[in-house]
């Protein structure tokens, strides 16, 4: 079977790259931009809030290792995604929630997913499901930043119970 791609807006991008790279079934992550108007947009550009663009990120995975859905329950587990256009200290509307969708499949699980994941949250989840239209990836130096610098991630740390309850890792002991 074939690799499928996936994009998911979370904030920012360094602690959601970090996140999807933890999943056993995920091939590549890339940060970049998307779900705006503007061509090979820059990171200052995008900062300006005028690219309608968002922080994303690029996730390629092997279905048969790791479902959709299931990377949807790690989506909604790293982040609130009742903030608007804000995580934690990260204010702006690069920085909001989005789902976009590459096929109409996609986009029927996304909305699913968000209607379940809504009973665990006290207020309206805010985050924008879309369809793809095109992906632009970010500068180098945000590339697998955590990994580069050595700084621990300080932003999207998924507990590892999330990965176990979704069948990604196995039970301790197992």
Same mark, same amino acid.
């Given at each position: 079977?074939?690799?499928?791609?996936?994009?998911?807006?979370?904030?920012?991008?360094?602690?959601?790259?970090?996140?999807?790279? &933890? %999943?056993?079934?995920?091939?590549?992550? *890339?940060?970049?931009?998307?779900?705006?108007? $503007?061509?090979?947009? @820059?990171? #200052? +550009?995008?900062?300006?809030?005028?690219?309608?663009?968002?922080?994303?990120?690029?996730?390629?995975?092997?279905?048969?290792?790791?479902?959709?859905?299931?990377?949807?329950?790690?989506?909604?587990?790293?982040?609130?995604?009742? &903030? %608007?256009?804000?995580?934690?200290?990260? *204010?702006?509307?690069?920085?909001?929630?989005? $789902?976009?969708?590459? @096929?109409? #499949? +996609?986009?029927?699980?996304?909305?699913?997913?968000?209607?379940?994941?809504?009973?665990?949250?006290?207020?309206?989840?805010?985050?924008?499901?879309?369809?793809?239209?095109?992906?632009?990836?970010?500068?180098?130096?945000?590339?697998?930043?955590?990994?580069?610098?050595?700084?621990?991630?300080?932003?999207?740390?998924?507990?590892?119970?999330?990965?176990?309850?979704?069948?990604?890792?196995?039970?301790?002991?197992?």
């Amino acid at each position: 079977m074939a690799f499928e791609t996936a994009t998911f807006g979370a904030g920012c991008f360094w602690g959601v790259e970090w996140v999807f790279r &933890q %999943v056993p079934g995920v091939i590549d992550v *890339v940060s970049g931009y998307s779900g705006g108007f $503007v061509e090979n947009p @820059t990171y #200052e +550009q995008v900062c300006t809030d005028t690219t309608g663009h968002a922080e994303v990120v690029q996730v390629t995975f092997d279905p048969e290792q790791v479902s959709y859905e299931q990377l949807l329950e790690v989506f909604w587990a790293m982040h609130d995604p009742t &903030q %608007v256009n804000r995580q934690g200290p990260d *204010v702006g509307y690069q920085y909001r929630s989005i $789902v976009l969708a590459h @096929t109409p #499949e +996609q986009r029927a699980a996304a909305e699913a997913s968000r209607a379940r994941a809504q009973e665990r949250f006290d207020r309206p989840i805010s985050t924008e499901i879309k369809d793809f239209v095109a992906f632009y990836p970010a500068e180098g130096y945000h590339q697998r930043y955590y990994e580069r610098t050595g700084h621990e991630p300080y932003c999207h740390v998924l507990p590892i119970g999330v990965l176990r309850e979704l069948g990604l890792v196995p039970a301790r002991g197992a």
